[in-house]
Every structure is written in C-alpha cells, then in structure tokens.
C-alpha cells in the first residue's frame, strides 16, 4: 500500500457536496478542510474551495491518476481548451508516497505543489512532517510562502 496525497477543489456548482462526494469516491482517510480560495492563474473566475486527502492505494501512480479522472468526469468535470478555468471538480496527484514521476501525463510530485499555498496549507493540516521530493518539508514551504511578499 501506498500513501497518496490528492488536491480537491471546485468553484462552481455546489462545491461542497463535490468535494466530499470526490473524497468519499476515492477512498480518502481523512478530508483536511475546505478553505476557500482565490482562484489561480486565471483570475476572473469564482473563488475556489480546496482540501487535501489521504488516502492508502494498491494503485500504481497511473492508474490512480485513472482513476481520478474518471471521477473527474464522474461528477461533471468538462475539460475545455481554457486552462485553470472554472470547475465542478479538480482532482490533483499531488504526493504517491516518496516517489518522483515523471512520464507523459504524470508529474508526481504536482510540479507546482512547492508554489501554491492553497494546496500546501491542507496538507500541512493532513501532514505536517510531510517532505515533497526535490523541495523539503510541506511545513517549510508553506513558511516560506508566508514569509514572501
């Protein structure tokens, strides 16, 4: 078994229910909470709510990475050609245990996971002692965020 940490966030329809619904889909041992955010990239758009899960897979990155996908599409999930726009639901792979991957399709950790508070500050919630490869303690990067202006 393997210890996988997974980004939720939604900003349009009932944001809430998609989260916990998500979470409940794929198996997650705990929920962080659900924060709401600005969005990310593409500003004028609603604002976000966003968790972090844990969850324990016998999965392989890619198939979990499959599966969350299909819950993606699952719950309403329409990917169109604008990137970081609006969203019933946004499932993200962001830690499979201490792995590092890096393959068409699948970057684990998230390559972007050490920049964005709102997926480090449930993780440190989760996980505190946790270490993204490449990059160190979740703990020290969220510090490191705050501390910047």
């Not at 968790?51 to 299909?70: I, M, N, Q």
């Not at 962001?94 to 964005?116: I, N, Q, W």
């Not at 919630?125 to 705050?146: D, N, T, W």
Request: hydrophobic share 40%.
């Amino acid at each position: 078994m393997t210890r996988a940490f997974v980004g939720l966030g939604a900003n349009i329809g009932e944001r809430e229910r998609s989260i916990r619904t998500a979470a409940e889909l794929i198996g997650a041992r705990r929920l962080s909470s659900l924060r709401e955010t600005e969005p990310w990239g593409l500003r004028d758009q609603p604002p976000f709510l966003n968790a972090a899960a844990v969850l324990e897979t016998e999965l392989g990155a890619r198939e979990l990475l499959t599966r969350l996908l299909a819950i993606e599409l699952e719950l309403g999930r329409v990917r169109g050609a604008q990137r970081w726009g609006p969203r019933t639901i946004d499932l993200d792979l962001l830690l499979y245990g201490s792995e590092t991957v890096d393959e068409p399709g699948l970057a684990v950790p998230h390559p972007r996971l050490h920049e964005r508070r709102f997926a480090l500050e449930p993780l440190v919630e989760l996980a505190p002692e946790l270490v993204v490869p490449g990059h160190g303690s979740v703990s020290a990067l969220l510090a490191k965020l705050q501390s910047s202006p």
